[in-house]
């Protein structure tokens, strides 16, 4: 997603356990490009907050104040 739609951002990725969950976090920076038109699935954050629920987890997902994204 961060390729489709923020080329050229600076990515972090974060992995952790903490009180017996697994906490992943990833976040970019603003877009180096214009979006790029790649296909894609049409589900989007909604599809990966009901496959997190089916899981029994949970996805938040926010814009940055410096144009990133968060999730």
């Known amino acids: 997603n ?3 739609h ?6 972090d990725v974060g992995l ?7 906490v992943i ?4 920076g603003p877009a180096a ?3 790029l038109r790649l296909p894609g ?5 909604l599809g ?3 496959r997190a629920h089916h899981l029994g987890g949970t ?6 104040d410096d144009g990133g994204f968060r999730v």
């Open 2 to 4: 961060i390729r489709k």
């Open 6 to 11: 923020a080329p050229g951002a600076h990515v």
């Open 16 to 22: 952790r356990h903490e009180d017996a969950q697994l």
């Open 25 to 28: 976090d990833i976040s970019n």
């Open 33 to 35: 490009a214009p979006p």
């Open 41 to 45: 699935g049409g589900h989007g954050l």
């Open 48 to 50: 990966l907050r009901e």
């Open 59 to 64: 996805l938040r997902a926010a814009a940055l």
